[in-house]
């Protein structure tokens, strides 16, 4: 198993290191335009936030898989975990907010303590969708965690499940020996219980991310081809994929100058920037609320340490007409949401 950028005391677990290497080399140089060029050349900058749609709240950056792709740097070692008081302060904007989706995300966020206790409050909302980014192998992981199906249906929720391959080499490569055969058993435990078959509203959408330096390719005709092959070779049923881009944080960073891709990545997804996609990149429509109650445009800018550009920078200081028609924090990872159909939590973007 790898270890966590934490764990290991990388340069890179500092998110200001980061940061340098996006902003210096081949963007200092000006082989490269800056995020901030190239969307003026379309009068997109300064990117704004519109109408508050969907909140997306991180409970804690601990997890039980290590994956090299990982913009967080999730592991068992990470300790970072959101309070009982601070899911309350973010039940209290829940009620108050006009987003429609709320999206909890991690690490493995069934692995905070308080979890379910969140879930079973934030379900008597009455949220039109309600998300939890499952990484399926911890339905399997540990006996407390087997029922996990059965809390989902009884509280409506809608599960989105990283799955990079329908081959096991592929999803091991990516994310641990083992994960491929815990995923099967994982996603036959939820089909079991009414996730994701064709006609139920009990909705099971699985993400898929490149497994290398590369772009996503189109997510249509991927999601057919996952279709047919979970169906014939293990009869899972899902609904919808979302093919994600690996955006150039964290571990994939990591990995990308490690196997000295790291220029040609940025070239590719340069060369692949669609101006279209940037209206709808989901900072426009999203707040990332990090395990300890602050504001970010989104999960990678809460990982890069980029708080939102607001007065409002606490979930304690909430405020949501301040908040819509902030300015984005952007840096060039941000080319990662505008490369071809554009890339987001949910998917391509156009
Ligand atoms: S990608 Fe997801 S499952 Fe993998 S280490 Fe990160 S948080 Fe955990
Ligand atoms: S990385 Fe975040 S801030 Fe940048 S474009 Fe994507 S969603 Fe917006």
């Not at 080399?25 to 379309?42: C, D, V, W």
């Not at 609904?239 to 100058?257: E, G, K, M, Q």
Request: proline residues 4%.
């Amino acid at each position: 198993m790898i270890k966590s950028l934490h764990k290991r005391e990388s340069d890179l677990a500092n998110s200001k290191r980061q940061l340098e290497i996006l902003s210096n080399g081949i963007f200092q140089k000006g082989a490269l335009p800056t995020f901030k060029e190239k969307i003026s050349e379309t009068n997109q900058f300064p990117l704004k936030a519109k109408k508050l749609e969907i909140l997306q709240i991180n409970v804690g950056y601990m997890c039980n898989q290590v994956c090299t792709h990982c913009h967080v740097d999730a592991g068992p070692d990470r300790k970072e975990i959101m309070t009982r008081s601070t899911m309350q302060q973010c039940l209290d904007i829940i009620k108050t907010t006009g987003a429609h989706t709320l999206d909890l995300t991690g690490g493995a966020p069934e692995m905070n303590p308080d979890f379910r206790w969140f879930v079973e409050e934030a379900s008597k909302v009455g949220i039109k969708d309600f998300i939890v980014r499952s990484n399926l192998t911890i339905i399997t992981a540990n006996k407390k965690y087997h029922d996990l199906p059965e809390f989902f249906k009884k509280h409506n929720v809608h599960v989105v499940s990283s799955m990079p391959h329908w081959t096991r080499g592929k999803t091991d490569k990516q994310r641990g020996n083992g994960v491929f055969d815990a995923s099967i058993k994982a996603l036959k435990m939820l089909n079991d219980v009414g996730y994701g078959k064709p006609e139920s509203s009990l909705r099971l959408d699985l993400v898929y991310n490149p497994s290398g330096a590369f772009l996503p390719s189109n997510q249509k005709s991927m999601e057919k081809d996952f279709k047919k092959a979970l169906l014939e070779e293990f009869n899972i049923h899902f609904h919808n994929l979302f093919a994600i881009t690996n955006l150039p944080i964290s571990r994939f960073l990591d990995y990308l100058i490690a196997s000295e891709n790291y220029e040609d990545y940025m070239y590719a997804l340069v060369d692949a920037f669609n101006p279209t996609a940037v209206s709808n990149v989901m900072c426009t429509n999203t707040l990332s609320i990090s395990w300890d109650g602050f504001l970010y445009d989104c999960d990678f800018n809460q990982m890069l340490e980029l708080p939102v550009n607001s007065k409002a920078k606490h979930v304690s200081e909430f405020n949501e007409t301040l908040l819509n028609g902030r300015d984005i924090v952007i840096s060039q990872h941000c080319y990662g949401c505008t490369a071809g159909a554009g890339s987001s939590c949910q998917g391509s973007v156009i």
